[in-house]
């Protein structure tokens, strides 16, 4: 499988504001759990909860990731995101 094929087995989840699925920007961005539930049944990934607190070695990781990789986000549901997580 080639790299430009290799999200093509993955089908792809139709999130919406209005379905309760994404959170508004207004109440910080991000999947709701039902978001969630909905990306990982469509997708076969294991996403989780934010962890603005993390408590955990793997939720430390986790946060220190997503702060990393979401330093360029500067649009708005972006920003929004990264407060939620408190980066």
Same mark, same amino acid.
């Given at each position: 499988? @080639?790299?430009?094929?290799?999200?093509?087995? =993955?089908?792809?989840?139709? %999130?919406?504001?209005?379905?309760?699925? &994404? %959170?508004?920007?207004? &109440?910080?961005?991000?999947? @709701?759990?039902?978001?969630? =539930?909905?990306?990982?049944?469509? @997708?076969?990934?294991? %996403?989780?909860?934010?962890?603005?607190?993390? =408590?955990?070695?793997?939720?430390?990781?986790?946060? =220190?990731?997503?702060?990393? *990789?979401?330093?360029?986000? @500067?649009?708005? *549901?972006?920003?929004?995101?990264?407060? *939620?997580?408190?980066?």
């Amino acid at each position: 499988m @080639t790299k430009a094929n290799a999200g093509a087995s =993955k089908k792809a989840a139709n %999130l919406s504001v209005g379905r309760g699925e &994404k %959170l508004p920007v207004s &109440k910080g961005a991000g999947l @709701t759990a039902k978001g969630r =539930k909905k990306y990982n049944r469509a @997708t076969g990934s294991n %996403l989780k909860a934010p962890a603005p607190n993390p =408590k955990t070695d793997e939720a430390k990781g986790r946060k =220190k990731s997503f702060c990393a *990789r979401s330093r360029g986000w @500067t649009g708005e *549901r972006g920003k929004a995101a990264r407060k *939620r997580w408190n980066c």
